[in-house]
């Protein structure tokens, strides 16, 4: 049966989007970029290579 594996795969889902959600608002970006959770094979990777690779926008510059 098809219907309980895509009911597990949705709860898996939302259970990865709501922090990775938190994560994007906290850091200053759009959090409407965590709904790459659901993209197969390659949503992760792309979130967690934007959290990494870009400077967040509300990342505090220290002046010397």
């Given amino acids: 049966m098809l219907?309980?594996?895509l009911l597990k795969g949705?709860?898996?889902?939302?259970?990865?989007?709501?922090?990775?959600f938190f994560i994007y608002?906290?850091?200053?970006?759009?959090?409407g970029?965590?709904?790459l959770v659901f993209v197969p094979a390659f949503g992760l990777l792309a979130?967690?290579?934007h959290l990494a690779?870009?400077?967040w926008p509300?990342?505090?510059s220290k002046e010397e």
């Fill in 3 to 5: 219907i309980p594996e």
């Fill in 10 to 20: 949705a709860i898996v889902g939302l259970m990865i989007l709501v922090p990775v």
């Fill in 25 to 31: 608002k906290k850091a200053g970006f759009n959090p």
């Fill in 33 to 35: 970029w965590s709904l």
């Fill in 47 to 49: 979130i967690f290579l």
């Fill in 53 to 55: 690779l870009l400077p």
């Fill in 58 to 60: 509300n990342q505090i």
